[in-house]
């Protein structure tokens, strides 16, 4: 493969979301950069890099995965997030992005394609934090 991926997040970042969920929300975007890219790439051309970066303000995290590649064509834009109307890839069937907005949303987030200038693509996840439980009764009451 000509596409080299840069781990960009600080150790001490965390998302206060569902492990698992997390994880498959970033491996169906960067999978469709990294393919993206496969296909954009002439052979022996420069090669295709896909940034994952993250930072946390207030009470979210944000997560950006940013690649060099042909950027999402205008006719995929309307339908990004729509399970089988969303994919310009032969063969797609546009449920990555799709299953990746549900469980994003499930979080009580958002993700969206952001306008980038320049080439590429660059989709931005924002997972609040959740709130916490708030014990019930009276201010100051003991509890045994």
């Not at 790439?41 to 940013?66: D, M, Y």
């Not at 060099?68 to 089988?84: C, I, M, Q, S, T």
């Not at 994003?104 to 394609?113: D, T």
């Amino acid at each position: 493969s000509q596409v080299v991926f840069f781990n960009e997040v600080a150790d001490d970042i965390k998302a206060d979301a569902d492990r698992d969920q997390l994880f498959r929300v970033l491996m169906n975007i960067i999978r469709n950069s990294a393919e993206a890219l496969e296909a954009a790439l002439p052979e022996g051309q420069s090669e295709g890099k896909v940034h994952v970066r993250a930072h946390r303000e207030g009470n979210t995290c944000t997560i950006e995965i940013a690649d060099n590649g042909p950027g999402v064509p205008e006719k995929a834009r309307a339908h990004l997030f729509e399970a089988f109307r969303g994919s310009q890839r032969r063969g797609g069937t546009g449920l990555g992005l799709a299953i990746s907005s549900e469980l994003v949303r499930a979080h009580g987030g958002e993700i969206r394609l952001v306008e980038g200038s320049g080439v590429g693509a660059v989709f931005q996840i924002v997972i609040p934090d959740r709130l916490k439980e708030v014990e019930t009764g009276r201010r100051g009451a003991r509890t045994a």
